[in-house]
Structures are given as C-alpha cells and as structure tokens.
C-alpha cells in the first residue's frame, strides 16, 4: 500500500503546495536496432508512443532516457531533438526507456484548478443545502481523498485503494499546516508553502500513515 502525493489548494484554486511522495515506477528499456518499430509523435511538448506496443511500451508512454540521458520534453537534457535524432541511423542501436509521462508543475496548477471547479459542481449538484462537495473519487489503481477547512483549504491526498487511514491523515495535514505554515510568521495566507518544518512534518505523517494506517485514537 502506498499514499502516492498531496495536493494543497486555496479557496481561489490556486495550488500552494504539492508533494509526491510515490510515484510508481511503470516504465520499460529496450535496445532498438533501425529502423525504430515504434510510431513516436510531440504531445503536449512530450515525445510519447503513438502505435505500437511490446515489451511492456503502451500507447501514451513517453520518451524518458535515450541511453541514460534524461529526456526533458522534446529535446534530451544534452539538447538533441528526440525524433531528428531518431531518425539517423548512424545513432543505432539505441536504448530508450519508455513510461508514463510525467506531470509538469503547469500541469500540476491545472489540475488543481480543474478539481476546484469540479468540487463547487459537486456541491452545486447536490438535492440538499450544505453538501460537502467532493470527499472521494476512485479509480481502478488509486483513490483521491478530500478533506476541506472552513476557510475554503483543500487538502488532498492521492493513496493506493487498499490505503486506510487516510481521513486521519488529512486531520493531521491541517494540523501540520496550522502549526508550521499559518503559525510562520514569514508565511501569507493563501500563497504557496515553502518551509522545511512542514515539509518534514508531512514526510514524518506520510511515513507513519503507510507504515500504521492511521494515527490512533484521538489523533
């Protein structure tokens, strides 16, 4: 069981902090010969797998490594363009190293800015005054918890489906966040959170929540 990250965001949806902290490691390296066997395309400034699938590559995996070196969009992290380099069979063989695509921190305020509004939606929908909006959503392979303050905060927590515990652990977020981020005299409410005691305290929370499913009694 695993608590894969958390998502903070303010009344307005902005997103103040974020941190993952497990990201399965669903990926795949393989030596190809030429010509490339695998149809590669640019979407959303990432090269990803657009037909083709073996040896663990699905369609939509992206374009990590190219021997070892790391892929950052389009170019790898030494400058070369991913598909013109490809393309020269003077560069084969090759090792590439496929998998999921990973979010970048545009994508990140997106998302929670879209979860925002869905939230409102949720409560909009509701045939009763005073719903909750949104507390949980469930998908095959991970379940989104969460858990909004009275001054309009949201704390989210992303966790395997089998993960228990996890209201005590939004409970204990807050309570992080009231002591080490509202109690900084250095912090302004409804901005971004960059200080080392919460992060510590959220790491310490997340490792106890995995290891214990939830905090105990009274916690």
Do not use: W
Request: aromatic share 10%; with cysteine; proline share 4%.
């Amino acid at each position: 069981m695993a608590i894969f990250s958390v998502y903070l965001v303010n009344k307005a949806g902005g997103l103040i902090y974020q941190y993952d902290n497990y990201v399965p490691r669903a990926e795949a390296e393989k030596t190809f010969s030429y010509p490339l066997d695998l149809v590669l395309k640019i979407h959303d400034e990432k090269v990803i797998v657009s037909f083709g699938q073996r040896d663990g590559i699905r369609v939509g995996h992206a374009v990590l490594s190219i021997n070892g070196v790391d892929v950052m969009g389009k170019n790898t992290a030494d400058g070369k363009d991913v598909i013109e380099y490809l393309k020269d069979s003077s560069n084969y063989p090759v090792s590439i190293r496929f998998g999921r695509a990973r979010l970048s921190s545009n994508e990140k305020l997106m998302l929670a800015s879209m979860f925002h509004s869905l939230f409102a939606i949720g409560s909009q929908l509701s045939p009763e005054v005073g719903s909750s909006g949104i507390e949980m959503l469930e998908t095959d392979v991970f379940k989104l918890h969460c858990f909004q303050t009275l001054t309009g905060i949201k704390f989210i927590v992303l966790a395997d489906p089998r993960q228990s515990g996890i209201d005590a652990l939004l409970r204990k977020i807050y309570e992080i966040y009231s002591d080490f981020a509202l109690k900084n005299p250095f912090y302004s409410l409804e901005m971004p959170i960059r200080c080392e005691l919460f992060d510590q305290n959220l790491k310490i929370a997340l490792e106890v929540a995995e290891k214990a499913g939830s905090f105990g009694p009274g916690s």
